[in-house]
């Protein structure tokens, strides 16, 4: 699963350095196929995209060539930042460098944690790379109407956050749908910290010399947060709720980015996924193991949370399979 750290409020360029690099990594450990950033202030903005967050040294270092270090960086890192979105990627499609967070044209800058597919009527939109989240930002940046998150629902099925930056308008927006890890801290400040993983939350905040007052909290499902970030610094403007995507995605995209493989039926899975799924909180990482218990694979140590089924669906399936193994 992707991961995404998102900072908001007032922050210096040293801060926003060392939150880079230590995000950095936390992140490399698992989330392998990409690394990037936006940071954003009143005065500039810059973003970095990486294809091995393992090469990462920091923003601006000349890389010796000798080193795998393929790498897109522009803009300079102001000297004050009022948002942040930084991703981890573990990719369900092509790894390339085109495909890492965040995807940026005409100002926006957008990253995205999880699966999404097209269900809206006609073609869908089309990545130069086969990347999902960018099909959605192609969509996002065509789309006229405001109403945009609300349209979701009829043209987009999956799950995951978002993390938006919109430098035209001057905003930053964190999304969360029914399912998928987002959790928020804060400073005495009023800077706000979103992340994937509540553990990276504090540990990001530490190494920036920030001083939560909070505990990391989960974010409520199906919201749309918005800041303004054009001012001195950035600031809550509005909580909403969000209908989010049509009904979950379940293929061997949404398998991989949960960290299991489908069993010999996929349906069996579906429903016990949840009951056969073993963690151990001493493994890092932890291992997920699939309902036929055939097949352990590396799984990040944050577990997404599964996408809520029909409970007639279920138990229409589970007593087809019951009758199945009595026969």
């Given amino acids: 699963m992707c991961k995404l750290f998102i900072a908001v409020g007032k922050f210096s360029r040293e801060q926003v350095l060392r939150m880079i690099s230590e995000t950095n990594g936390l992140f490399a450990v698992t989330q ?5 950033f936006t940071a954003y202030g009143p005065k ?12 990462y040294c920091g923003f601006g270092v000349k890389i010796p060539p000798f080193i795998n270090a393929i ?22 499609n092509k790894v390339v460098i085109e495909n890492c967070h965040p995807f940026h044209s005409k100002g926006i800058h ?14 869908g939109p089309k990545a130069k790379n086969g990347c999902d989240t960018e099909e959605f930002f192609q969509w996002w940046l065509h789309r006229k109407t405001i109403s945009k998150w ?5 043209h987009w099925s999956g799950y995951g956050v978002f993390g938006v930056i919109d430098t035209g308008a001057k905003r930053l927006t964190v999304a969360k ?9 804060c400073d005495d400040k009023d800077n ?32 749309v947060t918005e800041f303004a970030i054009g001012g001195p610094r950035g600031v809550l403007l509005s909580n909403e709720r969000w209908c ?3 009904d979950s995605v379940r293929d061997s995209a949404w398998d991989r980015s949960m960290g299991v493989r489908p069993s010999y039926d996929t349906r069996w899975s579906r429903v016990h996924s949840r009951q056969t799924d073993m963690w151990d909180d001493n493994l890092a990482p932890r291992e997920a193991v699939n309902p036929s218990k055939a097949i352990s694979v590396p799984r990040d140590t944050e577990r997404e949370a599964f996408p809520d089924f029909d409970p007639d669906i279920e138990a229409q399936i589970e007593s087809h399979l019951n009758n199945d193994l009595h026969k």
């Fill in 32 to 36: 392998r196929d990409g690394f990037g």
């Fill in 44 to 55: 500039g903005v810059a973003y970095g995209r990486y294809l091995n967050p393992e090469s």
């Fill in 71 to 92: 790498q897109i960086e522009a803009g300079e890192i102001p000297q004050v930042v009022t948002a942040l979105v930084i991703h981890g990627r573990t990719s369900t």
């Fill in 110 to 123: 957008l990253a995205h944690n999880g699966v999404l597919r097209w269900v809206g009527d006609g073609p």
């Fill in 150 to 154: 609300a349209a979701t629902n009829k």
């Fill in 177 to 185: 749908c029914g399912s998928g890890n987002l959790y928020w801290s």
């Fill in 192 to 223: 706000h910290l979103f992340s994937t993983s509540g553990h990276d939350v504090a540990h990001v905040a530490r190494a920036a010399g920030i001083s939560l007052v909070t505990k990391s909290v989960s974010v409520m499902p199906k919201t």
């Fill in 244 to 246: 989010g995507f049509a």
